[in-house]
């Protein structure tokens, strides 16, 4: 089971949560999974998150595995160059 802690404006589209626990070993699976437990997540999803695994960041590489253990955030993406 992991612990994904959430910030801003995902803890608001998973109802106030700040971290929520998922069973799950890729990033994609990880958000599919916290898109059936919160449908009002698929919106933030869509206009983009970054997923950080151990302190490095994953914006597209979906098929990231995720290690036991590992410390997760999801991050809304920041537009900006």
Not at 2 to 13: F, N, P, W
Not at 33 to 61: L, T, W
């Amino acid at each position: 089971m992991l612990e994904v802690q959430l910030s801003g404006s995902l803890r608001d589209a998973a109802g106030g949560a700040a971290s929520i626990s998922i069973d799950a070993s890729t990033i994609r699976e990880l958000l599919r999974k916290i898109v059936e437990r919160y449908p009002r997540m698929q919106s933030r999803v869509d206009d983009g998150v970054a997923v950080s695994i151990n302190g490095e960041i994953f914006r597209d590489n979906w098929g990231e595995h995720i290690p036991e253990g590992a410390e997760i955030f999801l991050l809304p993406r920041i537009p900006g160059g």
